[in-house]
């Protein structure tokens, strides 16, 4: 790579938190109160506050760049801590941060960019990203149409939430089955790579909330198990992500394409507050 093409990925990865005019006000960071991955939960407010309970930095990393919280080809491997150890964060968003009306799309790039933001100042985190060319799939609409129905919930009641029941997110379940009541496509293609063997890229046109319901699912992958962990978990028996998307009018196809690869140059723990 050429001096000029490398100072100028490293400029794009930079260019967005230099450029955004907002940022948190005031950021909060403690080690968890709790270190139970079932206290885990992370919150956006609707006026760009986060407010995150036992959260390992690998959930920061996963909303504020689009990839899988398991290991993904879209995100070099990271330090073990910061899949294990887990924080309490509280960060406030300046006064008008979030535009009244902002459509959910904006909100969410408008947040994601302050927490690169709170990702590079508190924990000294350096980024460096590049597109490279690599199989995917693309999760479009089949050709009878999509089999669910709109949320109940509105975009402007509705907030990310990891919380059993809250937006944006799914319930946990055996073989991690899509079952939500406000969900767009975006989180659905985010949430299977966890498992497929390929990345997943929206190509669906849907926008909107919507709930869904299925059966578990045969992942494709897993992530390793955690340490001194015993005994395995069959999911032999469960049908494949193919048929399961397919009862909801969805299908994966295998493209090739040019996908952003992160790479985490530098991190580390935060000081304490």
């Not at 904006?106 to 985190?125: K, N, T």
């Not at 009878?144 to 809250?166: L, M, V, Y």
């Not at 975006?186 to 299925?214: C, K, Q």
Request: with cysteine.
């Amino acid at each position: 790579m050429s001096m000029f093409y490398r100072a100028l990925v490293y400029f794009l990865v930079a260019w967005p938190a230099a450029a955004q005019s907002q940022a948190f006000e005031k950021i909060t960071i403690k080690p968890a109160h709790s270190t139970s991955p079932g206290s885990s939960r992370m919150q956006v407010l609707p006026n760009g506050d986060l407010i995150a309970t036992a959260v390992p930095v690998i959930e920061l990393l996963s909303y504020a760049y689009d990839v899988p919280v398991n290991p993904s080809p879209r995100l070099a491997p990271l330090p073990d801590w910061t899949i294990v150890e887990r924080y309490d964060i509280e960060a406030k968003a300046p006064v008008n941060a979030i535009a009244p009306g902002l459509q959910d799309i904006e909100l969410r790039s408008r947040v994601q960019q302050m927490i690169r933001g709170l990702l590079a100042d508190s924990f000294r985190l350096a980024m460096r990203v590049q597109n490279q060319r690599m199989l995917f799939f693309a999760l479009t609409v089949s050709s009878s149409g999509p089999k669910f129905q709109k949320s109940a919930i509105t975009e402007k009641e509705c907030i990310f939430d990891t919380a059993p029941g809250g937006c944006h997110s799914f319930n946990i379940g055996f073989g991690h089955p899509l079952n939500a009541i406000a969900i767009n496509m975006d989180d659905i293609a985010y949430y299977i790579s966890n498992w497929t063997d390929l990345p997943v890229v929206n190509r669906t046109e849907l926008s909107g909330l919507f709930a869904v319901s299925t059966a578990g699912w045969l992942p494709a992958r897993l992530p390793l198990p955690p340490p001194n962990a015993t005994g395995n978990v069959d999911f032999s028996a469960l049908p494949s992500i193919f048929t399961v998307l397919g009862k909801l009018g969805l299908e994966l196809h295998q493209q090739e394409g040019v996908l952003p690869v992160y790479t985490v140059e530098h991190i580390e723990r935060p000081p304490a507050n």
